[in-house]
């Protein structure tokens, strides 16, 4: 089968299984260089398949030596359809921890239901007992709510309509585009879908259950970046939900 990148404005909505793998692998191949350091032994990833939550994974693995559990939301292969990138990294990321004796395990699922949450607190009872750092790293576009609506994140701005260039990678061409304000329900929503609720629920349900180690360390990362995107992330829809 040949995967042929497809594109939609700037975004590649295609991936590789072997492009993802080196990229993987080159990560892994970094940590592994650096001097050993201590660190957490028994890990829960919450958002684990790509950027900081993989970064995070790969690190306490393969730089701490610890076993770890993934919390991811992806889709397989299907027909003629890549799988997500993310379903690539965390099969990369599984093989080379299994090669190493590391224990890694896998949830596929949406972080924000009750059924995942007790489907990792019932994994953890079985395979680790307690684990002793939990990283919140979710980022996602919608959240099912438990009376079964379904809320959207967007990302805007907050105040004023934010200018700037982007490429359009199917034609290779550059043009400015406008991002319009959030409004005040917007904003509400995005702080729901990516604020500290289900984070405040995730601790509250393991801690719940007795699987967090005493003195459990927990970190959840916000969105900074450079200048030309504060509008947008440090001091947009998604800094608001960030700050709470």
């Not at 790509?50 to 027909?79: E, H, N, Q």
């Not at 990792?120 to 009376?147: C, E, F, K, N």
């Not at 805007?156 to 406008?178: A, F, R």
Request: aromatic residues 8%; hydrophobic residues 40%; glycine residues 10%.
């Amino acid at each position: 089968m040949i995967i042929e990148p497809k594109t939609r404005g700037f975004i590649c909505t295609t991936a590789h299984p072997a492009g993802c793998k080196e990229a993987v692998r080159r990560q892994v191949a970094y940590v592994k260089a650096q001097p050993g350091f201590n660190g957490p032994k028994k890990v829960l990833v919450i958002g684990a398949s790509t950027g900081y939550g993989l970064a995070s994974r790969i690190t306490a693995a393969f730089g701490c030596g610890a076993a770890t559990i993934g919390i991811i939301f992806d889709k397989p292969a299907s027909g003629s359809r890549t799988a997500s990138a993310g379903w690539y990294n965390t099969a990369a990321f599984e093989q080379f921890a299994q090669a190493d004796g590391l224990y890694a395990k896998t949830i596929n699922g949406d972080a924000f239901s009750k059924a995942v949450k007790d489907e990792t607190i019932a994994l953890i009872q079985r395979d680790l007992g307690q684990v002793d750092a939990v990283v919140y790293s979710l980022a996602a576009p919608r959240r099912t709510m438990a009376d079964g609506t379904t809320v959207s994140s967007v990302l805007k701005t907050v105040g004023e309509p934010y200018t700037n260039k982007s490429i359009d990678l199917k034609t290779n061409t550059i043009s400015e585009v406008t991002v319009p304000p959030a409004t005040e329900q917007e904003v509400k929503d995005t702080i729901t879908v990516m604020g500290g609720g289900d984070w405040f629920d995730w601790i509250t349900a393991l801690r719940g259950a007795g699987v967090l180690a005493e003195n459990a360390l927990t970190v959840a990362y916000s969105y900074i970046g450079p200048e030309v995107t504060h509008p947008m992330y440090l001091n947009g829809s998604i800094g608001m939900a960030k700050q709470d």
